[in-house]
T-cell receptor
Framework: AQSVTQLGSHVSVSEGALVLLRCNYS??????LFWYVQYPNQGLQLLLK??????LVKGINGFEAEFKKSETSFHLTKPSAHMSDAAEYFC????????????FGTGTQLKVEL | DAGVIQSPRHEVTEMGQEVTLRCKPI?????LFWYRQTMMRGLELLIY????????DSGMPEDRFSAKMPNASFSTLKIQPSEPRDSAVYFC?????????????FGSGTRLTVV
């Protein structure tokens, strides 16, 4: 069965600092991996995705993530945090050929301070 | 495209009443998913459909929950009778098979409060 673990339910950074949100996955087959962002009172919006092409994936709003098979990780980063990045971030995994079913992590709430 | 449309945005109902949540997926998408989000349990997949057929309903918590997809452009999630522990945000999402592993499109959700 596939699963993802997000380390740290709350992360706080200063504006302009590096953002690092951690995600580790478990999958018996090559995974497809995703990061979603949820702003207050809104649905989830796709930030970026890994689907077995380039291991470094660039997404919207300056975010990127690197797939590391040896570490079973897919951490999300952004070089310089902005106040508008404050939101909840979810990592998700889908097994290739697994019928489109996404399994989400428990989420990480990102706080950006002045 | 208007995206995935859910209605109502907010629903407050009394315990024991029937609640129906509605979803219109993106035209051309052949997968539809219902998720529930709570503080305690996070995002839970309740059920999903492919070409209007339920594929996996193992996440439906109890017989009080039922979901239908009578056609490609409409789905409902019904709770009868509702209980306070059903209070949550319910999301609908859709995707297209060829793009299915490229992520879903989520609706804005229905915030359900059962008092």
């Amino acid at each position: 069965a596939q699963s993802v673990t997000q380390l740290g339910s709350h992360v706080s950074v200063s504006e302009g600092a590096l953002v690092l949100l951690r995600c580790n996955y478990s999958s018996s087959v090559p995974p497809y991996l995703f990061w979603y962002v949820q702003y207050p009172n809104q649905g989830l919006q796709l930030l970026l995705k890994y689907t077995s092409a380039a291991t470094l994936v660039k997404g919207i709003n300056g975010f990127e993530a690197e797939f590391k098979k040896s570490e079973t990780s897919f951490h999300l980063t952004k070089p310089s945090a902005h106040m508008s990045d404050a939101a909840e971030y979810f990592c998700a995994v889908s097994e290739a050929g697994g019928g489109n079913k996404l399994t989400f992590g428990t989420g990480t709430q990102l706080k950006v301070e002045l | 495209d208007a995206g995935v449309i859910q209605s109502p945005r907010h629903e407050v109902t009394e315990m024991g009443q029937e609640v129906t949540l509605r979803c219109k997926p993106i035209s051309g998408h052949d997968y539809l998913f219902w998720y529930r989000q709570t503080m305690m349990r996070g995002l839970e997949l309740l059920i999903y459909f492919n070409n209007n057929v339920p594929i996996d309903d193992s996440g439906m918590p109890e017989d009080r929950f039922s979901a239908k997809m009578p056609n490609a452009s409409f789905s409902t999630l019904k709770i009868q009778p509702s209980e306070p522990r059903d209070s949550a945000v319910y999301f609908c999402a859709s995707s297209r098979f060829n793009e299915g592993n490229y992520g879903y499109t989520f609706g804005s959700g229905t915030r359900l409060t059962v008092v």
